[in-house]
């Protein structure tokens, strides 16, 4: 039997917490077995440690070093390391394993992505955030250190799975559940509420990945995602609205044949995928029915309603610096969100006009050659969203 050694950044998360239900059922099933070398979280003392002592990781590490005293506490006696801080997370991600999956939210991923790239570990992705500021870092990085990127995200998964050897490739889809409002009146998300904007219909995810869902800066995201993974320009590149979230993905050839791959909308599917590679690990998810379904339904997207896709083909066109300010500024923006700062139509509205500021002219003077130089432009970013938020009328959405 293959024993795999695994390091899970973003352990406590949607996507954490999936991670570790797949290794749960694949140690007790399957034919690969998973040990775990390094869990992080975030802030979530309790949940991390718990994780730690049900499947006996070496090392647990929190970001936020006041948790610290109660990490320890919780694994007193247990034999598994403690450790706090960012420099930290970055050290467990670069601990020798077969693979790491990079679960963490937002750019504040970046680091550790980098850092198990370059310590020569394979690196399962499902943080988008870092791929979309560091797409081009990350993946000369991994090609100079022979470390695969294996996609997490279910319609890169998909992609993957379709793709073969990429020879006549014509064009790659993502396709995009529309969210909960999909079918709503600019009128109706204008009053939008996070907790209204959090409801997705299909998937369950963190609250950030939620709020990107319904303003579509989540497949804005995922666009850009794809172009850097894949290698491909934005015109090769189309998102497609289908409600019931059961194809993924698709990679069309130039003789005509699409290959679609489809599956219940459960990230357990392409996490298993991403950690199983390039075995396939049996899981508990529901299996599809498409009779009982009856019908799969697509539209286009609606760029008046949904900017967030318009904002990406621009912004990928342009390079990795526009990428990163969408990606920094649309945390910023989501943030102000949560915190009631903004409305939900003024999260697109802070993104556009961040870019159209950078456009201008305004920020051409900050590189994404590094991660420090990345870490740079996030934070100018992020006070240029808070600036269009504090300094211009809002609360229309524009
Ligand atoms: P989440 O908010 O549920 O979990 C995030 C994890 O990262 C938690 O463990 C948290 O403790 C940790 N974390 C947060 N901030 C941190 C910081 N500054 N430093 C270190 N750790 C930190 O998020 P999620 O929904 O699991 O998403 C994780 C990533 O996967 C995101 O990039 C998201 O876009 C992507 N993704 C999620 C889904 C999904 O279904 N949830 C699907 C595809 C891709
Ligand atoms: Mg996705």
């Not at 959090?198 to 172009?227: C, Q, R, V, Y």
């Not at 999260?347 to 201008?360: K, M, N, P, Q």
């Amino acid at each position: 039997m293959e024993t795999r050694r695994i390091s899970i950044m973003g352990a406590t998360g949607s996507i954490g917490t999936s991670a570790l239900d797949v290794v749960r059922h694949a140690n007790r099933t399957g034919a690969v077995q998973f040990e775990i070398e390094a869990l992080s979280a975030g802030s979530d003392a309790e949940t991390l440690s718990a994780q730690a002592l049900e499947f006996g990781a070496r090392i647990a590490v929190i970001a936020d070093e006041t948790k610290l005293p109660e990490l320890r506490e919780r694994l007193a006696g247990s034999g598994v390391e403690a450790a706090a801080g960012v420099t930290a997370v970055s050290e467990a991600a670069a601990r020798p394993v077969d693979r790491v999956l990079a679960a963490i939210v937002g750019a504040a991923g970046l680091d550790s992505t980098m850092a198990a790239v370059r310590a020569g570990n394979d690196v399962a992705i499902a943080n988008k955030e870092s791929i979309v500021c560091g797409g081009r870092l990350i993946l000369e990085e991994a090609m100079r250190r022979n470390v695969r990127i294996l996609p997490v995200d279910s319609e890169h998964s998909a992609i993957f799975q379709c793709l073969g050897d990429g020879r006549a490739l014509d064009k790659l889809t993502i396709t995009a559940s529309g969210g909960p409002f999909r079918t709503a009146t600019r009128e109706r998300m204008r009053t939008a509420t996070p907790a209204e904007a959090a409801a997705h219909p299909n998937w369950s995810m963190g609250i950030k990945n939620s709020i990107d869902s319904a303003t579509l800066m989540n497949k804005a995201l995922e666009f850009i995602e794809a172009g850097f993974l894949f290698d491909v320009s934005g015109e090769a590149l189309e998102v497609i609205v289908h409600p019931q979230s059961i194809i993924h993905g698709m990679a069309h050839f130039t003789d005509g044949s699409v290959i679609a791959q489809l599956g219940a909308p459960d990230m357990k599917t392409p996490i298993s995928y991403a950690l199983g590679w390039p075995d396939r690990i049996e899981t508990t998810v529901d299996r599809l029915d498409l009779a009982a379904m009856g019908r799969l339904d697509f539209e286009p997207v609606d760029d008046t309603r949904f900017p967030a896709i318009r904002l990406a083909r621009q912004a990928y066109a342009e390079g990795a610096q526009a990428t990163t300010i969408l990606n920094c500024a649309n945390e910023a923006a989501v943030s102000a969100f949560i915190a009631g700062q903004c409305g939900f139509l003024d999260i697109s509205w802070i993104v556009e006009e961040t870019l159209d500021r950078y456009f201008a002219g305004n920020m051409a003077e900050i590189g994404c050659g590094s991660v420090e130089e990345i870490a740079l432009l996030d934070r100018f970013s992020r006070e240029m969203a808070r600036n269009v938020l504090e300094t211009t009328q809002h609360g229309t959405g524009g």
